[in-house]
């Protein structure tokens, strides 16, 4: 059974990690641009407002970029305090104008100082020697909200371990910057991070998968259960265990007799 399942998952991950789904996954607004700065922010950005209809997300981030004048990098270094009016009827669910000017002011005051958001990721204790990400993703949620000016209101776009939250967008962003992908749909353009420490995205919907596949036991989607899944999928593949969110995600779509 665990060869079987093992060729399965790989199987799916043949099929899904490929280019064609790039143009109707979120992925496909940091795809827009080539500067590795372009496609720090707006990946990002993008994983962080990845709720709701795929279609209206895409929509979102394209306005976002068009807000910034099709240059994300350039426009946060270089905008003026006049420019952020623009912002002020920016909103997707409950992403509004206030936290808008706080990713604006948070990319701006890490990127006046640092050359890639990856030094975001690895201050502090972590490093290679880690087992996972967990320390990196609790450090960066400490430094994003280090402003004397923090919302208390976007607090709540921002996971972290600390909060036994699943982080799943927080992951799936790190997926996209760190591992190393021969398809050509994530990006691998960090270094600092190994493709080994991450952990596998995880909402309900590829819980409910894993559950089904019996990777996982049921039971609340939080931060320990985004672990254990990843230990299991580690025994598939222990250099690239995330590789299979793209078989959890398209099992999820694909496979409806899964749910009878």
Known sequence: MQQELAELLDKKVAFFNHPRFIEHD????PHLFSRKQDIEIMGFWIAMLALGQRKTILQKGKE????????????????????LKRFESFK????????????????QRHYQQQSSLETAFTQGEFNLENENIEQALNGFYRYFFASEWTPERTK???SAPQKNSACKRLCMFLRWMVRKDQAGVDFGIWSQISPNQLICPLDVHSQRTAEKLGLVAAG?????????????????????????DFAL?????EDKTLWK
Do not use: E
């Open 92 to 107: 997707h669910r409950t992403f509004n104008s206030t936290d808008t000017l706080y990713f604006l002011s948070f990319f």
């Open 26 to 29: 979120p992925i496909s607004i």
């Open 64 to 83: 976002l970029i068009d807000l910034m004048d099709g240059a994300p990098y350039d426009f946060v270094l270089g905008h003026q305090v006049k420019d």
């Open 156 to 158: 709540k776009h921002v």
């Open 249 to 253: 995600y398209g099992m999820g779509i």
């Open 220 to 244: 609340p989607t939080n931060w320990k259960k985004a672990l254990d899944l990843t230990r299991v999928l580690k025994q598939f593949n222990v250099t690239d265990p995330v590789q299979y």
